[in-house]
């Protein structure tokens, strides 16, 4: 077997982490999104066949959040994008606002291509959803790291994802990334 160059070694090194950590986030997500999945309206709670239906719900939106964070651990954009609905809204870090599936994926492979370790995971806290509306609200914590000519970067937060179900599949129709904590070079001591 040829030897691999030192940054090959790393960039397969760092897969191997990125597929166990989003193993691991796969696994805490099912066990924890059902008991955090509550019901938002008033006129289904106490009944058990809508009790059953939220919890099923809230195990399809972890299950396409673990899909949606396995897609960027493998730079896979258009896996990406198959959990966002065509008029997805998502505003970054920076503050950056696009809509369209398509605009984000774009500027998505456009990260990946300028930064190829670029990782974010999205690890769920709470799955509320409201089934009158076909809706629920995602909230948790997110992480980023890629590295910079000048190093790593690792930079953190909170976000809030609003999810809609049509024809029974649950897609993402905005996201909201607010950063807490930045770690690295440059990029962290620049105001966007």
């Given amino acids: ?51 059953s239906a939220v ?13 949606s964070n396995a897609a960027i651990a493998a730079q896979d ?11 997805v809204h998502v505003v970054s870090s920076t503050s950056a606002q696009l809509a369209g599936a398509s605009a984000n994926a774009g500027r998505l492979a456009e990260q990946f291509a300028r930064r190829p370790d670029t990782r974010y995971i999205r690890t769920p806290e709470d799955i509320q959803v409201w089934l009158a509306w076909d809706v629920a609200a995602e909230r948790g914590r997110w992480v980023g790291t890629w590295t910079d000519p000048d ?16 024809d029974g599949q649950w897609r ?10 930045c770690r690295g070079g440059q990029y962290c001591r620049t105001h966007p």
């Fill in 55 to 67: 919890r099923r719900a809230a195990r399809e939106i972890a299950a396409a959040r673990a899909r």
């Fill in 172 to 181: 993402l129709q905005a996201e909201l990334f607010v950063p807490l904590a």
């Fill in 77 to 87: 954009t258009a896996r990406i994008a198959a959990e966002w609905w065509p008029d």
């Fill in 1 to 51: 077997m040829p030897r691999q160059s030192g940054s090959r070694q790393r960039f397969a090194a760092g897969i191997a982490v990125v597929a166990a950590v989003v193993a691991a986030v796969v696994a805490a997500v099912s066990a924890a999104a059902t008991p955090a999945a509550t019901q938002s309206s008033d006129v289904a709670r106490g009944s058990a066949p809508a009790d």
């Fill in 151 to 166: 190093g790593p970067v690792r930079i953190e937060g909170s976000y809030q994802a609003q999810w809609r179900r049509r």
